[in-house]
Nanobody
Framework: QVQLVESGGGLVQAGGSLRLSCAAS????????MGWFRQAPGKERDFLAA????????YYADSIKGRFTISRDNAKNTVYLQMNSLKPEDTAVYYC????????????????????WGQGTQVTVSS
């Protein structure tokens, strides 16, 4: 069973950048599809991006396409989310997730499908 720990969140001004990291342990990292989600106060947990086991295929929500980039380093057991041109509406708790299903599988954009989760990291974008 894989354990996930996010880091890299913080306070940034609008237009700035952050890179989130998610370190995995306790499992064979390269066997897991990885994803990033976020949840703002009072809202549902939204899909942002997902990446296949090898990193060869990536998927993005329309809301962040062109601004955020997901990547992974299987040698370091880590997945990243590079976030550029941040906006105040990007303020949320960001979560990484892992799943053994092969992307793209049914409903992979639904947070309910993913099996393993980190504790989240807060991202706050000031205007």
């Amino acid at each position: 069973q894989v354990q996930l720990v996010e880091s890299g969140g913080g306070l940034v001004q609008a237009g700035g950048s952050l890179r989130l990291s998610c370190a995995a342990s306790g499992g064979t990292f390269s066997s897991y599809a990885m994803g990033w989600f976020r949840q703002a106060p009072g809202k549902e947990r939204d899909f942002l991006a997902a990446i296949s086991t090898s990193g060869g295929r990536t998927y993005y929500a329309d809301s962040i396409k062109g601004r955020f980039t997901i990547s992974r380093d299987n040698a370091k057991n880590t997945v990243y989310l590079q976030m550029n041109s941040l906006k105040p509406e990007d303020t949320a708790v960001y979560y990484c997730a892992a799943d053994l299903n092969r992307l793209p599988y049914n409903n992979y954009r639904s947070w309910t499908i993913w099996d393993y989760w980190g504790q989240g990291t807060q991202v706050t974008v000031s205007s």
